[in-house]
């Protein structure tokens, strides 16, 4: 596996996850607070993931 494969494997479990936790939003599945802040967390980790890879990918291209 390249690193090209490797990161789009990666955006798609970041991205896979982040539609699994919008649903549980969207549909009620929500336990209690707890639950949700729990969730809230977890989406606040992808979007950092997603941001320090997009960072990455950028500075890759300005560097070639």
């Not at 490797?6 to 970041?14: A, E, R």
């Not at 639950?35 to 950092?48: D, F, I, V």
């Not at 320090?52 to 890759?60: A, E, H, R, Y």
């Amino acid at each position: 596996m390249d690193e090209i494969e490797f990161i789009d494997y990666i955006k798609s479990k970041v991205s896979d996850r982040e539609k699994q936790i919008q649903e549980i939003f969207m549909s009620g599945g929500l336990k209690d607070m707890e639950h949700y802040k729990y969730l809230q967390g977890e989406l606040s980790a992808l979007y950092y993931i997603t941001n320090g890879i997009g960072d990455m990918l950028k500075k890759s291209d300005n560097n070639e």
